[in-house]
Every structure is written in structure tokens, then in C-alpha cells.
């Protein structure tokens, strides 16, 4: 880890428990939303894939035939 995160768990270390687990809390939502996100985004991206012709679909045998 980087220094900084080392300084970050340390000071987190001198809370209370209840303050430690109230700033879990916060990071695992904050974790959470991040990675809804970034779904939504490659979503998105999919669509406009799929849209503008960029992506095939098909079978496994489609795929392999044309390699």
C-alpha cells in the first residue's frame, strides 16, 4: 500500500469502533455506487456499439468461422 493509505488506516485505527464502522459503511456505499457506474457506463457504451453497427452477434461456431 501507499503511504498515504497506510496514513488514512492508521488514523481510522485511533477512531472510536463505532466512528470505524460508520466510515466502512460510507466506503462500501461509495465502493457500490462506483461500480454501478462503471456498469452503467459499459452499458451504455454497448448500446451505442450495437447501434453504430460495431459488435456481431452469433453463435460460437459464427465466431469460429470466421477466424
Excluded at 54 to 60: A, F, H, L, P
Amino acid at each position: 500500500m501507499t503511504p498515504k493509505v497506510d496514513g488514512i488506516l492508521d488514523e481510522i485505527a485511533r477512531m472510536p469502533l463505532e466512528d470505524q464502522e460508520f466510515v466502512d459503511g460510507i466506503v462500501h456505499k461509495r465502493i457500490i455506487d462506483g461500480k454501478r457506474e462503471e456498469l452503467h457506463a459499459n452499458y451504455t457504451a454497448a448500446l451505442e456499439d450495437r447501434k453504430h453497427g460495431r459488435i456481431k452477434s452469433g453463435s460460437v461456431s459464427d465466431l469460429f468461422a470466421t477466424v
